[in-house]
Every structure is written in C-alpha cells, then in structure tokens.
C-alpha cells in the first residue's frame, strides 16, 4: 500500500530566510506527486504537482519541489519565504491500489514564519 | 478554477444526532469528493461522489454512517450519522477531474461531537 511521510510536524522559519519541507513516499512505481497549502479558515490550494518529465516542479507563489526517485522523496522548497507563507502544507501521492488510482496524504507540516 | 462553499462551517453537536453538511460549487463539476481531517491526523478520503449513481465509499466508511447525496452538477451534502465523539473532525469536500487531477477544496465543515 502507499503512503506518504511528513516528518516535521511543525517548522518555524523567519522570513527572508530559505525554506525545505520534506515529503518521502512508499509506492512500487512513480506516483502523482501534488504539495497543498491550507490557510487558517482556508480550504487546500494546490501548488504544484509531478506528473512525469522534468523532476524540478516550479509551483505558485514561488515554491518548487524536486522529485527524487532515488530518495522516493518530492521535498517543497522556497529560496525566501514571506510572513504569508505561515500555513500547513500537505503533500499527496496518487498510485493504483486494488486496481484504482487513490489519493494518500501526509499528516501535515505547520510553517510559522517570525519577522 | 472552482469556488466551494460548505455549510455550516462549524458545529457542535450531541452524541447519537446525526449532521448534514452542505458543499456547493460555483460551477458544474463531475466529480466530487469527501474527506475527513482528524484531530493530528492528515485527509482521508471518505468517498467520491458523481451525479446519477452511488457514491464510491473508501474502505472503512460505509453508507449507513455517512450517507451522501449528489441531487446535480453543483451541489453535494454529507451527512455523519448516530455520532460519537471520535467524528469529532474537520470534514471537506473536494472537486476534480479525478484524483490525479488538481483538487479544488471547500474551506471545511469543523464538527465536534460531545
């Protein structure tokens, strides 16, 4: 069965400073690969997402994540990060399980960001 | 891109009652999915939801505790029967293509069960 490791359940950065969450998954083949952003009160927002090709993902708001099938990890990068980036971030793998594609995520990392 | 709405968006409720909870696009979708966020715990999907047939329940949920209705393109409720406090959850609703595709999520339905 698939599943999806977040290890850092809380991260505190300040800002202007450089960014990685870490995101290692389980799965016999390439997955689908997505990292989601959820703000207070907000629901999930897509930031990117790999598919196949290019392993460097450059996402929204300045986030990129590089896929890395050797270490079976998709960690979420942002060379300088902005008090706005305080949020929890999700990453999510899709792979066939019993015969049909389901979707897995992580338990989350919660970003806070200090001036 | 797809705007959701979900009613309420909180709730306390007693054990034993049942809660519907309302999830609305702003435009016609085919897929619609419900998740489950516990307490410390990441998104499980519950089941998908298309319009004009049974929804497709993840293994764990069934239809008797969380019966879902899909009366048309836009709209779509949940309802969490007979619950106790382990329903106690952030619930949420989901559209998309399909789950390689991007998910466009509702803000979430905050249920605590006393």
């Known amino acids: 069965a698939q599943s999806v490791t977040q290890p850092d359940i809380h991260i505190t950065v300040s800002e202007g400073a450089s960014l990685e969450l870490r995101c290692n998954y389980s799965?016999?083949?390439?997955?689908?690969l997505f990292w989601y952003v959820q703000s207070p009160g907000q629901g999930l927002q897509l930031l990117l997402k790999?598919?196949?090709?290019?392993?460097l993902v450059q996402g929204i708001k300045g986030f990129e994540a590089e896929f890395k099938r050797s270490q079976s990890s998709f960690n979420l990068r942002k060379p300088s990060v902005h008090w706005s980036d305080a949020a929890e971030y999700f990453c999510?793998?899709?792979?066939?399980?019993?015969?049909?594609?389901?979707?897995?995520f992580g338990i989350g990392t919660k970003l806070q960001v200090i001036p | 891109s797809a705007v959701i709405s979900q009613k309420p968006s909180r709730d306390i409720c007693q054990r034993g009652t049942s809660l519907t909870i309302q999830c609305q696009v702003d435009s016609q979708v085919t897929m619609m999915f419900w998740y489950r966020q516990q307490p410390g715990q990441s998104l499980t999907l519950i089941a998908t939801?298309?319009?004009?047939?049974?929804?497709?329940?993840e293994s764990g949920f069934v239809i008797d505790k969380f019966p879902i209705s899909r009366p048309n393109l836009t709209f779509s409720t949940l309802t969490v029967s007979n619950m106790s406090p382990e329903d106690s959850s952030i619930y949420l609703c989901?559209?998309?293509?399909?789950?390689?595709?991007?998910?466009?999520f509702g803000p979430g339905t905050r249920l605590t069960v006393l």
């Open positions: 790999y598919f196949s090709g290019d392993t």
């Open positions: 799965y016999g083949a390439t997955p689908y």
């Open positions: 939801a298309n319009q004009g047939s049974e929804a497709t329940y």
């Open positions: 989901s559209v998309g293509q399909g789950v390689t595709d991007t998910q466009y």
């Open positions: 999510a793998v899709v792979g066939y399980s019993g015969g049909y594609q389901k979707v897995t």
